[in-house]
Antibody, heavy 115, light 113 residues
Framework: QVQLQESGPGLVKPSETLSLTCTVS????????WGWIRQPPGKGLEWIGY???????YYSPSLRSRAIISVDTSKTQFSLKLSSVTAADTAVYYC?????????WGQGTLVTVSS | DIVMTQSPDSLAVSLGERATINCKSS????????????LAWYQQKPGQPPKLLIY???TRESGVPDRFSGSGSGTDFTLTITSLQAEDVAVYYC?????????FGQGTKLEIK
């Protein structure tokens, strides 16, 4: 059973870059898609993007200009970088995996954008 | 991009009764390569990540009680909870995974009447 765990700073300053890492355990990263989804406090779910282990990436149109997702197969990790953040980027960020049967999720990590 | 719309936004059902949540996609999510609908349902309780309940529109994830069922095809889908239990109080989301971006419905809040 694949397990996912997010890690990274819980506080980021406006205009800076948010960086999160997801560590995969209990399975291989060399298949499926590996993605990020976020949820602002009290709101719904927003799909950010995902990466195939081969390196192909897909992003939400609204975040494409600011988001970069990368994978490190040697460390069984994948990462999200979101640049030029504002208060609107404050959210719980989830990493997740999709293999054609819906998404399986990590526990999520709250990132607050504030000076 | 595919837009997902759920109805209703909130729902109150008595214990032991049936709850029905609808989800409509702006275009078909039927994958012709396997004749399966790329549609999932999730349950989210406060402070927890979403939990996968149903994939391929009607296949129950392992360990999910059989009172949860999914139906529909193409653009119209339904999540049904028969005999509502107190632990089913949550927000429910549909999501398509047909082609990126894999958008979600806005969520349906299910409460006990």
């Amino acid at each position: 059973q694949v397990q996912l765990q997010e890690s990274g700073p819980g506080l980021v300053k406006p205009s800076e870059t948010l960086s999160l890492t997801c560590t995969v355990s209990g399975g291989s990263i060399s298949n499926s898609f590996w993605g990020w989804i976020r949820q602002p406090p009290g709101k719904g779910l927003e799909w950010i993007g995902y990466i195939h282990y081969s390196g192909s990436t897909y992003y939400s149109p609204s975040l494409r200009s600011r988001a970069i997702i990368s994978v490190d197969t040697s460390k069984t990790q994948f990462s999200l970088k979101l640049s030029s953040v504002t208060a609107a980027d404050t959210a719980v960020y989830y990493c997740a995996t999709e293999g054609g049967r819906g998404y399986k999720w990590g526990q999520g990590t709250l990132v607050t954008v504030s000076s | 991009d595919i837009v997902m719309t759920q109805s209703p936004d909130s729902l109150a059902v008595s214990l032991g009764e049936r709850a029905t949540i609808n989800c409509k996609s702006s275009q078909s999510v039927l994958d012709s390569s396997n004749n399966k609908n790329s549609l999932a349902w999730y349950q989210q309780k406060p402070g927890q990540p979403p939990k996968l309940l149903i994939y391929w529109a009607s296949t129950r994830e392992s360990g999910v009680p059989d009172r949860f069922s999914g139906s529909g095809s193409g653009t119209d889908f339904t999540l049904t909870i028969t005999s509502l239990q107190a632990e089913d109080v949550a927000v429910y989301y549909c999501q398509h995974y047909y082609s990126p971006p894999h958008s979600f419905g806005q969520g349906t809040k299910l409460e006990i009447k």
